[in-house]
């Protein structure tokens, strides 16, 4: 293979090929990337880049800086553009959006930074370096998409940050940092924009300062968020209409070795390989333990390891949003299990019965389903001279009782609920002696199971009103045993109230 001509950003870092895919299932290409990206790199490279045989990170690189370079130098902006990209994405500071890697930048086209590679050794940030990469990416952005206005700049593996701060993820302190970076983040780009409309012919869109939290667990960064936030003030207006934004593109932030997505949280403390994950190490290392004393806390009983619950993650969610145009869902809490049911399924061959009668003039077939034991366990309504609605909501009603059967609930407590029931087809019944009237069909269906199923031959006959009448009540409320005392009917009606259509 011919010796690819790289930036001498690229130079010294050691890189080496990986067989890498953007799915299982995908073909493989020849990846070279530094060795020190690893496997997750590699395969997130081939994603944002399908269908290359083979792909080298500096001349993918090379592809999308080239174009920016040279719209930079005819516009007359500084020289050092390409180099100082080239410089961002080998260090894994930041990467733009996969659509710009295509050079296809049309759609708001974005910028994802990773706050944990402008800390040093010793957690100082480098707030200065992180301010001019943002006014650089949106120079960038701006030269790739003219046309747009409206970008997406963001960060990711927040928790990341977290950790090597040693910083609770639940904390106030964590939300206030998040808080404060987002607001850096935002008034250095307002200063990029403004600068930019200067050279177009955008109308320009009024820059706002949100409150900044009045601490921070870095001290510095928040002081720079201030000064920035009054340069950009003092500027007034800028080019685009909107700045920042959480991108959905997780194979970009795997490129910046983003164990999680944007500001989420880690749901463990183990990374796919079985060992411990990055943010789990740099955790300990900023409390002062070692692998072995976290081990002895955990088998004393001590949580070394905190994991958020999901209401930390939304809260963090609604600190950011005010800040942030373009926002990841809001996380909700987990859907509880649904609680398993004891369904007693019916045999596969079953007996049972079907009844053919007619209720005032209308077909209706009543169809049981039996278990072994003679017990009921499904009931079929058919009708054929009713509407398709109507029967279509006697279908449903009738698999609705046979759930609720074959799950425990007594034959007896339908009776009691939809015996004396009044509607529509009712009347006469012929076809079934044990039944001579019902006030409607399903009054029919559950006074026919009460004398087969439960021997209740005493239910109070149904009176059937006239046309023109709406019922007293007086036959439902006779005693359904000897000394039963007469109680009051609910379906009990005035007398001199008549419905008018």
């Excluded at 081939?46 to 001349?59: V, W």
């Excluded at 402008?118 to 301010?131: E, I, P, Q, S, W």
């Excluded at 983040?185 to 320009?204: K, Q, Y």
Aim: aromatic share 6%.
């Amino acid at each position: 293979m011919a010796q690819i001509k790289t930036d001498k950003s690229w130079h010294g870092i050691q890189l080496t090929r990986f067989d890498a895919a953007a799915d299982p299932d995908a073909p493989t290409v020849m990846a070279t990337l530094p060795a020190a990206w690893g496997q997750k790199a590699a395969d997130a490279l081939a994603a944002i880049l399908p269908g290359k045989r083979m792909l080298h990170i500096a001349e993918a690189a090379e592809s999308w800086i080239a174009p920016i370079a040279a719209r930079a130098a005819a516009a007359g902006l500084e020289d050092n553009v390409a180099r100082d990209l080239h410089a961002m994405l080998a260090a894994r500071r930041g990467s733009p959006s996969g659509n710009v890697w295509r050079n296809r930048a049309a759609g708001t086209p974005g910028f994802v930074f990773n706050p944990s590679a402008y800390m040093d050794d010793a957690a100082g940030f480098d707030a200065a370096a992180l301010g001019y990469d943002v006014r650089l990416a949106v120079t960038a952005l701006t030269l790739a998409a003219p046309a747009e206005h409206r970008l997406r700049i963001g960060f990711t593996d927040f928790n990341l940050f977290l950790a090597r701060l040693g910083i609770a993820y639940e904390s106030q302190e964590a939300r206030d940092l998040a808080v404060t970076l987002a607001g850096f983040i935002r008034a250095e780009a307002d200063a990029a924009s403004s600068r930019l409309l200067a050279r177009s012919t955008a109308p320009g869109h009024r820059i706002s300062a949100p409150t900044l939290p009045a601490s921070c667990p870095l001290p510095g960064l928040l002081m720079a968020a201030d000064a920035a936030q009054d340069r950009a003030l003092d500027l007034r207006t800028r080019r685009h209409e909107t700045l920042l934004g959480f991108s959905n593109e997780p194979e970009i932030e795997a490129l910046l070795g983003a164990e999680q997505v944007n500001f989420a949280p880690a749901l463990s403390a183990l990374g796919e390989d079985g060992k411990l994950a990055l943010w789990a190490v740099q955790s300990l290392a900023a409390r002062g333990l070692t692998a072995e004393a976290a081990l002895a806390r955990m088998l004393g009983g001590d949580e070394v390891f905190s994991i958020p619950r999901i209401a930390a993650h939304a809260a963090m969610h609604d600190a950011l949003a005010d800040l942030v145009s373009v926002m990841p869902a809001r996380p909700a809490a987990p859907v509880a299990p649904r609680r398993a049911s004891a369904r007693e399924m019916l045999p596969t061959r079953r007996s049972g019965y079907t009844q053919k009668v007619a209720v005032g003039g209308h077909k209706l077939f009543l169809s049981t389903g039996e278990y072994k034991d003679g017990r009921l366990g499904e009931i079929f309504i058919a009708l054929h001279k009713e509407g398709s609605a109507f029967r279509g909501l006697m279908d449903a009603f009738a698999i609705s009782v046979s759930i609720g059967l074959q799950h425990g609930v007594n034959l007896e407590d339908y009776v009691e609920a939809f015996t004396f029931t009044r509607f529509g087809p009712s009347g006469a019944v012929e076809g079934d002696p044990a039944v001579p009237a019902a006030t409607s069909m399903l009054d029919y269906a559950f006074r026919n199971l009460a004398v087969n199923y439960l021997g209740r031959t005493n239910l109070a006959q149904a009176s059937i009103d006239e046309p023109d009448e709406v019922g007293d009540g007086a036959v439902e409320r006779a005693p359904l045993l000897p000394l039963d005392l007469p109680a009051p009917a609910p379906r009990e009606r005035r007398r001199n109230l008549k419905l008018v259509s």
